[in-house]
């Protein structure tokens, strides 16, 4: 679905990510995982198109990702940022409506079975009953699962999220991450996501990809990856890894003076 090769990120002198070579396979679905600054919305916003590599190269189902032409690409991949404003008086309905820009040009979706597809996914987020509200009006939380629903109803392979748990409380947390997990299991999409949370992160995703901030990088099955000693060293913190049935739990160390 999406390839790298020998990518490199840059910020000022720092190198942030080095001679990655990383393959994402469709189904398959990726947690990134790194401490601030380690390069984790950098090389996001490098995947979705947003930022040119440093070096290397990034190619989507084949094609190389500067090739794809912008209407192209957003019919492939679909961009949930980390943080955004609602600048204009939109519905939720209408938010998520203008997802579908991509099956359209410049034609309007009157008419179409796109209300349908909007209300759907407003309603996988628990938000349908929001739906003539004025996004501004929303909460953070509401506003979030407002901009989930536009990026389900985007309806594209590839999904980039930048912590897509921001903002939601725990039930919706656990909500989201199940959801992504589903579409990679049972409709084939490719998942990408930044978070926090290692419980989430292990019980969503089947592979990790582990970021140190120096250019060091690590990559594999979340089951091979996130272990006590590798995450220790990533997070630059002790972290203690219990099993509880078939879950494992990730807890901090308190570190002694």
Not at 230 to 252: C, D, K, M, N, Q
Request: aromatic residues 6%; proline residues 4%.
């Amino acid at each position: 679905m999406i390839e790298t090769h020998s990518l490199r990120l840059t910020v000022g002198a720092r190198t942030l990510v080095d001679k990655l070579d990383w393959r994402v396979a469709p189904g398959e679905c990726w947690c990134i995982i790194g401490r601030n600054g380690a390069g984790k919305s950098t090389l996001m916003r490098t995947l979705a198109g947003l930022r040119a590599p440093d070096g290397g190269t990034i190619s989507i189902l084949g094609r190389a990702l500067a090739d794809w032409p912008l209407d192209e690409l957003a019919a492939k991949r679909a961009f949930l940022p980390q943080s955004r404003s609602d600048a204009f008086a939109y519905s939720a309905i209408e938010t998520v409506l203008a997802a579908r820009h991509p099956y359209h040009a410049n034609r309007y979706w009157e008419g179409s079975d796109d209300y349908l597809v909007a209300r759907d996914a407003l309603a996988s987020m628990e938000v349908l009953d929001l739906a003539e509200r004025d996004v501004r009006t929303l909460s953070g939380g509401e506003r979030q699962r407002v901009a989930i629903a536009a990026m389900l109803a985007q309806d594209t392979p590839l999904l980039l999220l930048d912590e897509p748990a921001n903002a939601l409380d725990l039930a919706h947390q656990s909500s989201v991450m199940r959801l992504l997990n589903r579409l990679c299991r049972e409709q084939g999409k490719t998942a990408i996501m930044i978070g926090h949370d290692l419980g989430h992160a292990h019980q969503a995703s089947s592979h990790a990809l582990l970021l140190m901030g120096d250019g060091e990088w690590q990559a594999g099955r979340v089951d091979d990856v996130m272990r006590a000693p590798t995450l220790s060293r990533y997070l630059g913190h002790p972290i203690e890894v219990l099993e509880h049935g078939a879950r494992r739990l990730f807890i901090p160390v308190e570190e002694t003076e």
